[in-house]
């Protein structure tokens, strides 16, 4: 499979559907980026953003789910790919979390908190610099739960990566919330509701060469892989291009290769940059003192809401 594929365009019924959907007007908005989950491999992320801070390219909402929220919030935030690598080189499973004895998980994510207001620079969603939606996924309803507007970020964040088996659930107002990767592998469509008119959806793969399914973890996350290649075209039909880092070969905890991680999530971004570079409106001629650079689109945020 290519690292970057082009999503055909929307004819007028497929557009109007999902204008239906969506409840809302898709106004021209720019582009948004729906980060998908990965756990380690998700660092590859980083190397998606580096190549699009090196083009410029105007961002106007992002979306997470899983490690990908994590990336996501950090952009938000006003963080840059070099600030989440400094993070990310020297992170490791245990600042995240932590082995405990609980019937409903394997390890608890409280660690988390410190983690993320270490990386983060802004803690709520009406402080974010740019848009930001984290979808989780509600265990009692079955059903996406997508948090943007406004509210701690933290609470949505831990809840989209706990991942069933290994993180215990988060109770929320009379929510269990598990890995939002279980009801929505890559979040594309809250982009749309957002305002974007290009979602740039930044799939990690399935790992290849699973051969020995002798504990829970990996016959949970086989499972994982399975249902998730059946409902890819619940996104994929949201998105206009999908990257996938080549990272196919490492595995969900290979924390201590974020250095090839990032670099093969820029290599995949890079071969996409001639793509988006067309959506852009040509530059207008400025003086020579003007500095060249093109501003990040930043559009309000709304009231604190759940879309299920």
Known sequence: MSPVETMPKENWW????????????????????????????????????????????????????????????????????????????????????RWTLNIMGLAGNERMIPFLARLLKAGRFEDMQIPLAIVATDLITGKAVTFHGAGDVMLPIRASCAYPGLFSPIRYQGQLLVDGFVSMEVPAEPLLQMGADRVISINIPNHDGIQDYGNMLSVVSRCFQVMGGRCEYNWRRYSKLVI????????????????????????????????????????????????????????????LSTTT
């Open 14 to 97: 497929q557009a109007a559907r999902s204008w239906i959907r969506s409840g809302t007007a898709r106004r021209p908005g720019g582009i948004g980026l729906a980060f998908g989950g990965g756990f380690a491999r998700g660092i590859a992320h980083v190397g998606v953003l580096r190549a699009l801070e090196k083009h410029k390219i105007p961002i106007c909402a992002v979306s997470g789910v899983s490690s990908g929220a994590i990336v996501a919030a950090a952009i938000a935030s006003g963080a840059t790919s070099y600030d989440i690598e400094k993070v990310a080189l020297a992170m490791k499973f245990r600042d995240v979390a």
């Open 244 to 303: 996938t880092p080549p990272v196919a070969d490492m595995t969900w905890d290979s924390f201590a290769s974020a250095k090839k991680l990032i670099e093969c999530g820029e290599q995949a971004a890079m071969a996409a940059i001639p793509t988006i570079l067309k959506w852009l409106p040509a530059p207008e001629t400025v003086p020579a003192s003007s500095k060249d650079a093109i501003p990040v689109a930043v559009s309000p945020a709304s009231d």
